[in-house]
Every structure is written in structure tokens, then in C-alpha cells.
């Protein structure tokens, strides 16, 4: 799971959206608190990810990783973009198959 996370920083840091969209299940949601919208299946998550990754340049650091449990991991992170700077979290969730089920966003 940590390797997924990895590689999913590492896309859409490169604006990768179809790279990032390999990780999700079909019927993944997306939940951002910041801007009070959940984002549901692949359509939901590639708009979400265009318009607030690609759409606001933004750059994320992996700050650190804390495992929950076997299908939790709670991500902090630092976003730099168009809008400033920026901390928070990403803590996913993941089906038994290893794929992103679900990604809850908030800004610290």
C-alpha cells in the first residue's frame, strides 16, 4: 500500500492523470473536506484530480505514512500550487486487491 501511495504522489506530481487513475477501483470516491465535495467513480476522480492537481500545478510532498490497519493509511502531506502553500492529509483506504477504494483530503 505505501508503494501505491508512492506512486500515486509521483503522478499526479507529474500531471499524470491516467497514471493515477491505474491506482483506483472503478468505484473509488474521493472526499475533500477543503472543498466540501465528494468525487465518485472514475470520472468523478479524473475531474477531481484535473481540476485541483493539474488545474492549480499543484506539487506534493509526502511528508509522512502511518498505517492504520491493513486497508487504512493516513498520509500527511505539503501542497504547493498556483494557490500558495498548503498542508494536510490523504488518508486512503484500499480493497483487498491493493487498488485506492477511497482518498479522504483535508487541509491541517
Known amino acids: 500500500m505505501e508503494k501505491v501511495i508512492q506512486q500515486f504522489i509521483d503522478a499526479i506530481n507529474a500531471f499524470d492523470i491516467d497514471a493515477a487513475l491505474e491506482l483506483f477501483t472503478d468505484d473509488a470516491v474521493i472526499d475533500d473536506e477543503s472543498v466540501g465535495e465528494s468525487?465518485?467513480?472514475t470520472a468523478g476522480?479524473?475531474?477531481y484530480l484535473d481540476k485541483f492537481f493539474v488545474g492549480y500545478k499543484t506539487v506534493t510532498k509526502l511528508e509522512s505514512i502511518e498505517v492504520l490497519d491493513n486497508w487504512h493509511i493516513k498520509a500527511q502531506v505539503?501542497?504547493?500550487g498556483d494557490f500558495g502553500h498548503e498542508t494536510g492529509g490523504l488518508n486512503f483506504t484500499f480493497n483487498t486487491n491493493g487498488f485506492i477504494n477511497a482518498?479522504?483530503?483535508y487541509l491541517d
Open 39 to 41: 468525487f465518485k467513480n
Open 45 to 47: 476522480v479524473r475531474k
Open 78 to 80: 505539503d501542497f504547493i
Open 103 to 105: 482518498i479522504n483530503a
